[in-house]
């Protein structure tokens, strides 16, 4: 297994407030590159040679020992409903919808199926099926996890979005006094729009404030992993190959900034 496999693995275990995950991961990789509404497709890379007759199985121990388990398995769709996909030569028989099965200390705790359906101009929605049991129940809310993949940027305007929720709460100081770590000539962040797209700008000095990404020495990635970690507490953010776009003059000052957020 590679290590970003195993940061997936660990995602998926800790993501289940997003049910879409499962579906996101293949997306991301660039495996997928127009739309398709066969669940079997989309998530057949996920099991190991595509061996989708088996069941995917991630298992972890917490430091007070307890087990938490998720089972992910393609099963035969058993409710009829509308699959838009055009004959194909060797297409399947069948359709087959995801299943994932969250148990917590040896309990089944969670248990949904999900499917995908069209949606307007052509795109994909994602349909949950709870399990019946569970619909009379309180189901407990997961603490955020985010994958922060090293292909992948973080939009800017995503991190324009988190970043405006801690100013909204007067908490951008703690954000600016993180990045001095980094760059000491910071005064300030600021959100501007720039060609209809949001993006976070810093003042350095300067005439004129200039987009983080624009600063130098990986800033933009460093701000996209502070975001995440402060708008994530009690989560778990999962950074891979965290060196990507980042000198390595400046890593140790990279990992003094991560523990500051930490905290």
């Given at each position: 297994?590679?290590?970003?496999?195993?940061?997936?693995?660990?995602?998926?275990?800790?993501?289940?407030?997003?049910?879409?995950?499962?579906?996101?991961?293949?997306?991301?990789?660039?495996?997928?590159?127009?739309?398709?509404?066969?669940?079997?497709?989309?998530?057949?890379?996920?099991?190991?040679?595509?061996?989708?007759?088996?069941?995917?199985?991630?298992?972890?121990?917490?430091?007070?020992?307890?087990?938490?388990?998720?089972?992910?398995?393609?099963?035969?769709?058993?409710?009829?409903?509308?699959?838009?996909?055009?004959?194909?030569?060797?297409?399947?028989?069948?359709?087959?919808?995801?299943?994932?099965?969250?148990?917590?200390?040896?309990?089944?705790?969670?248990?949904?199926?999900?499917?995908?359906?069209?949606?307007?101009?052509e795109r994909m929605r994602i349909e949950i099926q709870q399990d019946k049991e569970q619909e009379a129940r309180e189901i407990e809310v997961?603490?955020?996890?985010?994958?922060?993949?090293?292909?992948?940027?973080?939009?800017?305007?995503?991190?324009?979005?988190?970043?405006?929720?801690?100013?909204?709460?007067?908490?951008?100081?703690?954000?600016?006094?993180?990045?001095?770590?980094?760059?000491?000539?910071?005064?300030?962040?600021?959100?501007?729009?720039?060609?209809?797209?949001?993006?976070?700008?810093?003042?350095?000095?300067?005439?004129?404030?200039?987009?983080?990404?624009?600063?130098?020495?990986?800033?933009?990635?460093?701000?996209?992993?502070?975001?995440?970690?402060?708008?994530?507490?009690?989560?778990?953010?999962?950074?891979?190959e965290i060196e990507n776009g980042i000198h390595h003059s400046v890593m140790e000052k990279v990992w003094q900034s991560i523990a500051v957020?930490?905290?």
């Amino acid at each position: 297994m590679g290590k970003t496999a195993l940061l997936e693995a660990i995602f998926l275990l800790k993501s289940l407030n997003a049910y879409e995950i499962p579906f996101q991961l293949n997306f991301d990789r660039g495996i997928f590159q127009q739309q398709t509404f066969d669940v079997e497709e989309v998530c057949e890379w996920l099991f190991y040679n595509k061996q989708v007759s088996k069941a995917i199985k991630i298992k972890i121990v917490d430091e007070n020992d307890e087990e938490s388990e998720l089972i992910l398995s393609l099963n035969k769709a058993l409710s009829p409903r509308l699959f838009p996909l055009s004959p194909k030569p060797n297409s399947r028989k069948t359709i087959k919808n995801l299943k994932l099965e969250f148990k917590k200390a040896g309990q089944k705790f969670l248990e949904f199926t999900t499917f995908l359906t069209p949606e307007k101009e052509e795109r994909m929605r994602i349909e949950i099926q709870q399990d019946k049991e569970q619909e009379a129940r309180e189901i407990e809310v997961f603490p955020t996890s985010v994958f922060l993949r090293s292909r992948l940027r973080v939009s800017p305007t995503e991190d324009a979005e988190i970043f405006s929720q801690f100013e909204a709460i007067n908490k951008q100081n703690e954000i600016i006094e993180i990045l001095k770590i980094i760059e000491p000539r910071l005064k300030r962040l600021a959100v501007l729009v720039t060609g209809g797209i949001p993006m976070i700008h810093g003042d350095i000095g300067g005439d004129y404030l200039i987009p983080v990404s624009l600063m130098g020495e990986g800033m933009g990635r460093l701000l996209s992993i502070i975001l995440s970690i402060m708008n994530a507490k009690e989560g778990t953010v999962l950074i891979d190959e965290i060196e990507n776009g980042i000198h390595h003059s400046v890593m140790e000052k990279v990992w003094q900034s991560i523990a500051v957020a930490t905290r």
